[in-house]
């Protein structure tokens, strides 16, 4: 993947946005599936914010059977930690380094900034987010987990420790598992992260009412 800026779609709220959300989307999927979801989150006229949906690069993706496919990372296993190909991680977190530069760029501070994801894209908004130098106003991690947990604590910026973190998760997750998210939520908790939970009744999906909930949460870190 190229350091380069991806491509995106960019949502602003108001004129002169004081805050920006990069949102990364799940595996075969692009920026425009999750775009649709902001007059939900509420926000208010108060706070305008710039919504950034970047795509995937398309590369083969192991467990679909070589398949090409927009992906943040390779995926490997059907098991929580053998699943996540680490350089694809670790190539897709420069490339969101490179968009939270561009905000700052823009005169968006870091910690005005909110990470996002659904599934594989939530897993590198954690990954990105706890290694970013600068503290971030907070990581929304959506039927997801956590990738590296054994060497967070070695690698997470020491500023990171005080970054909310919202997780939210299906019940009936037949993708990722209900199991992998509660062991991603207990490790951050034990490494002292603030995580805020979720569980919904539904599948690998989202739901309104879990919407909502992401919209009072970034109502609440970006006021």
Known sequence: M?????????????????GAVIWLHGLGDTGQG?????????????????????HAPSMPVTINNGMRM?????????????RADIAGVQASMRAVDAL??????RGVVPHRIVLAGFSQGGAVALYAGLRNPSPLAG???LSTYLVGGNVLAAEAAPQAKGV??????GL??????????????????????NVEWHTYPMEH?????????IGAFLRRVLA
């Open 2 to 18: 190229s350091e380069a800026l991806l491509p995106a779609i960019e949502i602003e709220t108001g004129p002169h946005p004081t």
């Open 34 to 54: 999750w775009s649709d979801v902001v007059p939900a989150l509420q926000v208010p006229p108060t706070l305008p914010l710039r919504f950034i949906f970047p």
């Open 70 to 82: 927009p992906a943040w990372y390779d995926i490997k296993a059907a098991n929580l930690n053998d």
């Open 100 to 105: 939270i530069a561009r905000e700052v760029s």
């Open 139 to 141: 990581i929304v991690a």
């Open 164 to 169: 909310p973190i919202f997780m939210a998760h």
């Open 172 to 193: 009936y997750d037949p993708v990722v598992r209900l199991e992998w998210a509660e062991a991603s939520r207990t490790k951050l908790m034990s490494l002292g992260y």
């Open 205 to 213: 999906t989202a739901v309104l009412d879990e919407v909502a909930a």
